[in-house]
């Protein structure tokens, strides 16, 4: 029998770790934010954390591709390994391939981003940050389509177990802050002061309050007249 070479256990075992790390980064960020973990979570997270894992992440990434270089069976060239739908259909099926590479570049673009937060606007920072939900999504395809773990039953469950948590947590924490929104937008249209923060708007909301009270002075005297 052909032996199993060592770049083979090399590439999966970065993989996998990067994979591990990826999900580590993206559940204590969401975690954080929600009210019953995020006093858990708090006390040993910090950006900085947040950002030392993400560069983990990467590194393994990058040597997960790295090593797929040394494949003595697929052979595949640079531009194989690092550009997405390049390998030919004969060595290995280009798609999920084409997936790592780019969630491989979506991470790097996360990191640097994430650098350089303090010099690049807040807006352009949440908008690239965004980025994270297509990355992931494209890890999970390229895991399950052409991982080799992933056709053993025990690891596939505990991969689709691990991102269904992934995913729950994702979505309360958006329905969370759906309903926040909401929730000051009532608050916000049932008291006129908040409609008009700025200085020179305070006139207009105090000549509002002025004619309410003109209002509910005149209503009381109709009622209160017999």
């Known amino acids: 029998s052909v032996p199993t070479p060592w770049v083979w256990y090399v ?16 559940f204590l960020g969401i975690a954080v934010r929600l009210p019953g973990l995020r006093n858990i979570i708090r006390p040993a997270y910090s950006l900085s954390v947040h950002y030392t894992l993400a560069v983990q992440t990467l590194f393994f990434a990058l040597f997960h591709g790295i090593s797929f270089l040394f494949d003595p069976f697929i052979l595949p060239t640079l531009s194989d390994a690092f550009i997405p739908f390049h390998i030919s259909a004969s060595k290995i099926d280009p798609l999920p391939l084409a997936l790592g590479i780019l969630a491989l570049y979506g991470f790097i673009i996360l990191v640097v981003t994430s650098w350089i937060k303090p010099m690049i606007p807040q807006r352009l920072w949440r ?10 999504a ?3 395809a390229h895991a399950l389509l052409l991982g080799t773990d992933m056709q053993v039953p025990l690891y596939r469950n505990i991969f689709i177990g691990a991102n269904i948590l992934l995913m729950s947590l994702l979505l309360i924490n958006f329905a969370t802050k759906l309903a926040g929104t909401i ?8 008291n006129p002061y908040r409609k008009f923060p700025h200085t020179e708007t305070r006139k207009q909301s105090k000549k509002f309050k002025e004619r309410i009270n003109t209002i509910d002075t005149l209503l009381f005297i109709v009622v209160a007249t017999p």
């Open 127 to 136: 908008i690239t940050h965004f980025l994270n939900i297509f990355v992931y």
């Open 138 to 140: 494209a890890v999970i």
């Open 11 to 26: 590439t999966r075992a970065s993989g996998l770790v990067a994979f591990a790390f990826a999900w580590v980064v993206i």
């Open 183 to 190: 929730r000051r937008a009532i608050v916000v249209d049932s």
